[in-house]
T-cell receptor, first 113, second 113 residues
Framework: QQQVKQSPQSLIVQKGGISIINCAYE??????FPWYQQFPGKGPALLIA?????SEKKEGRFTISFNKSAKQFSLHIMDSQPGDSATYFC????????????FGTGTRLTIIP | KAGVTQTPRYLIKTRGQQVTLSCSPI?????VSWYQQTPGQGLQFLFE???????NKGNFPGRFSGRQFSNSRSEMNVSTLELGDSALYLC????????????FGQGTRLTVV
């Protein structure tokens, strides 16, 4: 019940295209869903996050779509650029009583020219 | 404002030794979490501290321990190192807990030989 399942494991997208990464969770007590971007040799960097009271959140080229009934959420990267090539992790956490982020397994995104 | 600082960046230790890693959170942040990142297991939660108290602990053996000081700086210790402890150890700081924005340091790369 603590798992967050992430797909795909790796993704290759052409420059200018849309990159889509999906995550699914089981525990309905999760109520904060951040996405992290990690470059080689660096720690994960918070990209964008959403709470389940909204269905979509957009920040620049990055959008989270959230489907509470399906217990799924996804990251969309519009106009993907070579600089977006990185590993992306979705995560989930309870609001109270469980102060740990549960991470997905990661998606290695490669943007090709 | 300064980010999360982890020291040292790299460590090589021999099996059986012990190691101490340090994390200085963002100024004003009172929550510090520790994660282990490996290619096989991904990002795994170790423990979280808030105002010098451990609030949550992951499923790691007792060889892994931590503490937090009154200035919110945190240390984690691993005793009797095993080859399988080789990993990137990441520290994340947040204002009140990881269900608010959590910011990661660059990590300490520990290699056990």
């Amino acid at each position: 019940q603590q798992q967050v399942k992430q797909s795909p494991q790796s993704l290759i997208v052409q420059k200018g295209g849309i990159s889509i990464i999906n995550c699914a969770y089981e525990n309905t007590a999760f109520d904060y869903f951040p996405w992290y971007q990690q470059f080689p040799g660096k720690g994960p960097a918070l990209l964008i996050a959403i709470r389940p009271d909204v269905s979509e959140k957009k920040e620049g080229r990055f959008t989270i779509s959230f489907n509470k009934s399906a217990k799924q959420f996804s990251l969309h990267i519009m106009d993907s650029q070579p600089g977006d090539s990185a590993t992306y992790f979705c995560a989930a956490i309870f609001n109270f009583g469980n102060e740990k982020l549960t991470f997905g397994t990661g998606t290695r995104l490669t943007i090709i020219p | 404002k300064a980010g999360v600082t982890q020291t040292p960046r790299y460590l090589i230790k021999t099996r059986g030794q012990q190691v101490t890693l340090s994390c200085s959170p963002i100024s004003g942040h009172r929550s510090v979490s520790w994660y282990q990142q490996t290619p096989g297991q991904g990002l795994q939660f170790l423990f979280e501290y808030f105002s010098e108290t451990q609030r949550n602990k992951g499923n790691f053996p007792g060889r892994f321990s931590g503490r937090q000081f009154s200035n919110s700086r945190s240390e984690m210790n691993v005793s009797t190192l095993e080859l399988g402890d080789s990993a990137l150890y990441l520290c994340a700081s947040s204002l009140r807990g990881p269900n608010t924005e959590a910011f990661f340091g660059q990590g300490t790369r520990l290699t056990v030989v």
